[in-house]
């Protein structure tokens, strides 16, 4: 994890400007306030800047980004990830679209035999719902997205490698696996990685600086 070039060049300007508002830090660098507002925020929490009421933003002399990266380093995603809504592939689509929407998910991963065989999102769902399909007879292994084409992560791995899947890959959780060890190709789904524990993390981490 980096800062990047802009908020270097906003750290910059801090520095030589101080006491500076976020207006002219704006101006400074030919943006509106709303656009370097994230920048700020970010900035601010990390601690490298400070900020005063009706005075503006000044350099603390510190920099806490070190120490907050090394530590979000360390945290694995059996730390963080979330129970998963996993589903047999002879369920029928409806069924699982009754499940889904009951648990408030984006998408239920699909077992063959007891271990991972594919993922079927509301996309997937709503495409299906407004074909021809018999929804209560059809079973959803035939219309989810089959392994090898699905992306995971197991338990040992960096949430920064997870997040960094996420992106890559535009969804928004993975399945978290187990593999079998008389076969590897046999991935037992443990938990679930989010967009949203991402966010809850970087909020309890920020909450405790």
């Known amino acids: 994890m980096d800062l990047t070039n802009r908020q ?3 750290i910059e300007i801090v520095k030589k400007e101080a006491p500076i508002t976020g207006d002219e830090i704006a101006n400074k660098l030919g943006l509106s306030r709303a656009t370097i507002r994230p920048d700020l925020t970010i900035l601010t929490m990390l601690n490298i800047l400070g900020a005063r009421p009706k005075v503006g933003y000044f350099y603390t002399g510190k920099n806490e980004f070190n120490n907050f990266s090394k530590q979000v380093k360390k945290i694995l995603v059996r730390d963080t990830m979330s129970v998963p809504v996993v589903m047999d592939e002879n369920i029928s689509i409806y069924d699982v679209i009754v499940g889904l929407f009951l648990d408030n998910m984006g998408s239920v991963f699909i077992t063959s035999e007891g271990y991972l065989a594919g993922v079927v999102s509301r996309k997937d769902l709503l495409r299906s719902a407004l074909g021809k399909l018999d929804l209560q007879n059809t079973p959803v292994g035939l219309i989810m997205t089959r392994m090898p084409n699905i992306a ?9 490698e997870a997040a960094k899947l996420i992106e890559e890959k535009e969804v928004d959780s993975l399945p978290v696996v187990r593999v079998a060890k008389e076969n590897r190709d046999k991935l037992k789904v443990v938990g679930r990685f989010t967009k949203t524990n991402i966010n809850n993390l970087f909020v309890e981490l920020a909450r405790e600086d």
């Open 8 to 10: 270097l060049r906003i």
């Open 152 to 160: 995971y992560v197991t338990e040992e791995t960096s949430i920064i």
